[in-house]
């Protein structure tokens, strides 16, 4: 693999995160035009409020006499516990109305608290800052050991101070319930069947750098789905890593990356509810947390017979069609896939437009941007400086970026 790129889709992943953590869940592009002159142009802190935030209520109810019985540390939202309903806190915010995209419960507008709130312009999110605890134990190690990396998990995320970021995503929390019930560590993953949002872009992330560090990509898929089962069992993830791994390290060899991205999607099948369907689906039932498991399962896994066509997207719609109307711009990967997929292609892997292209898309633009940018970087020899250094842990990433490099390669 190119050592170049291989630093450079790295880079990508923590630019990606910290351009589009301030519209993070925007799901109404006309908000972040609203709230960002021309859109997203260059890193921002995380406004107050947020126009539809429903991050506020979120439940966490770990086992705490069991984890105290067992010596295991259960506190994951420390200083942010008012924006959670727990079993060691009372919710003081108030969920009084059903709006947003997907009609969930949230407070009213001036309590709408942004998922990142209080992260600044160029900071990055507890998503990519899991990355480089994955990337320190790799380096600490020499290696990738998967109990040293469980361990340092878990102590990033019980270690108060650490993580700056409020939004701690559903399969965290399920985790560590899991593990406050006495677990073990490996099997603490919750299953896509039971928790509808388990089937997310975020166990994508973790799993796909750590197929940076395989000699071939038929060990690289198998190290990537063995990592995603620690926190994710989703049928739908792993779909997504069989095709991402082998385009990432594809584009990592310098192969044409339109055509190779093309051929990808091509494996790619679309769903048979999807786009403003799927939407709608949600609001209807005020929520998707009011649809049976049996129901959700069947929106999230029943595919058609058609697959991504990037040409035939490009021709038949336009860049507001395929956001939202097509496929919804939210955190499910056989939504997200054709989305990241989209931009790149219509960008023709420009770096810094389709880092900009994807923030200004909204829904989940934070998990997608981090996919979105380890492709985009492993398909660039050079990246803008200044997307670099605008980071506010440049310095300390930089040096991980290539104390990890030296490592794997």
Not at 107 to 123: F, I, S, V, W
Not at 314 to 321: A, F, G, N, V
Request: charged share 25%.
């Amino acid at each position: 693999m190119n050592t170049t790129r291989v630093k450079n889709a790295l880079w990508g992943a923590f630019i990606v995160d910290a351009m589009a953590m301030p519209v993070h869940w925007y799901y109404q592009r006309k908000y972040i035009y609203e709230g960002f002159e021309g859109g997203i142009t260059k890193y921002e802190d995380a406004p107050h409020p947020h126009p539809e935030s429903f991050m506020v209520g979120m439940s966490y109810h770990p086992n705490i006499a069991k984890a105290k019985e067992l010596g295991r540390p259960f506190d994951i939202v420390h200083k942010h516990i008012r924006f959670y309903d727990t079993n060691y806190n009372d919710l003081d915010i108030k969920l009084s109305v059903h709006d947003g995209e997907h009609k969930n419960a949230m407070p009213k507008k001036n309590e709408r608290y942004h998922y990142h709130h209080g992260l600044k312009a160029g900071e990055n999110t507890l998503g990519a800052n899991l990355i480089r605890v994955l990337m320190r134990s790799i380096i600490k190690e020499g290696q990738y050991k998967q109990d040293v990396f469980i361990k340092d998990f878990v102590s990033y995320l019980t270690t108060p101070n650490l993580n700056k970021d409020p939004y701690t995503e559903v399969y965290i929390r399920a985790w560590f319930e899991n593990y406050s019930n006495g677990v073990p560590p490996h099997a603490c993953a919750e299953e896509q069947r039971n928790v509808w949002s388990i089937g997310s872009n975020g166990g994508i992330i973790r799993p796909l750098v750590l197929a940076l560090t395989s000699k071939s990509t038929f060990q690289a898929l198998g190290v990537a789905l063995q990592h995603q089962q620690i926190t994710h069992r989703s049928d739908n993830v792993s779909s997504a890593l069989c095709v991402l791994v082998p385009l990432l390290r594809t584009l990592l060899d310098g192969e044409n990356p339109l055509e190779t991205l093309k051929e990808a999607a091509l494996q790619v099948q679309r769903t048979t509810i999807s786009g403003s369907e799927l939407s709608k689906t949600y609001a209807e039932h005020n929520g998707p947390g009011n649809i049976t498991k049996d129901e959700m399962w069947k929106i999230h896994t029943d595919f058609s017979d058609s697959n991504v066509d990037l040409d035939a997207l490009i021709k038949d719609y336009t860049e507001d069609e395929i956001l939202g109307s097509v496929f919804t711009t939210g955190c499910y990967p056989e939504q997200s896939l054709p989305v990241l997929m989209y931009l790149l292609y219509k960008n023709k892997f420009d770096f810094k437009a389709s880092v900009l292209a994807n923030a200004n898309a909204g829904g989940d633009c934070v998990h997608r941007g981090i996919i979105l940018g380890l492709l985009a970087g492993a398909a660039n020899d050079d990246i803008p400086e200044v997307l670099k250094t605008g980071l506010v842990e440049y310095e300390s990433i930089k040096k991980e970026i290539e104390d990890f490099v030296k490592v794997i390669l």
